[in-house]
């Protein structure tokens, strides 16, 4: 069974950081791009970030870029992004996808698989 997993996120106060993490099951990640997306509440999806497969070049939305980077360990089958100087507007279900080989800029070029989300919330 093809299967994203996230995990690392929770509450965080304003300018602090996060880790999160999505791993891979029953498909080798390493043939992959991997998407970062989130969904704050009452708002559209977005995407935040985009790593490539071979290479792994890495792309960011400007609202992110400067403070999350992302990340990729093949030998675990594990993507991450790791989030710094956290924003109040950061605060979202984030989301990991995959699909293709490829980012168009900082978004995966096809996402048929989905992992279920982890909140991420910062307040003081």
């Known amino acids: 069974q093809l299967q994203l997993v996230e995990s690392g996120g929770g509450l965080v106060q304003p300018g602090g950081s996060l880790r999160l993490s999505c791993a891979a099951s029953?498909?080798?990640?390493?043939?992959?791009?991997i998407g970062w997306f989130r969904q704050a509440p009452g708002k559209e999806r977005e995407a935040v970030a985009c790593i490539s497969s071979s290479g792994g070049l890495a792309n960011y939305a400007d609202s992110v870029k400067g403070r999350f980077t992302i990340a990729r360990d093949d030998a675990k089958n594990t993507v991450y992004l790791q989030m710094n100087t956290l924003k109040p507007e950061d605060t979202a279900v984030y989301y990991c996808?995959?699909?293709?080989?490829?980012?168009?800029?900082?978004?995966?070029?096809?996402?048929?698989?989905w992992g279920q989300g982890t909140q991420v919330t910062v307040s003081s």
């Open positions: 996808a995959s699909g293709a080989p490829y980012c168009s800029g900082y978004v995966v070029r096809a996402t048929a698989y």
């Open positions: 029953g498909f080798t990640l390493a043939y992959y791009a």
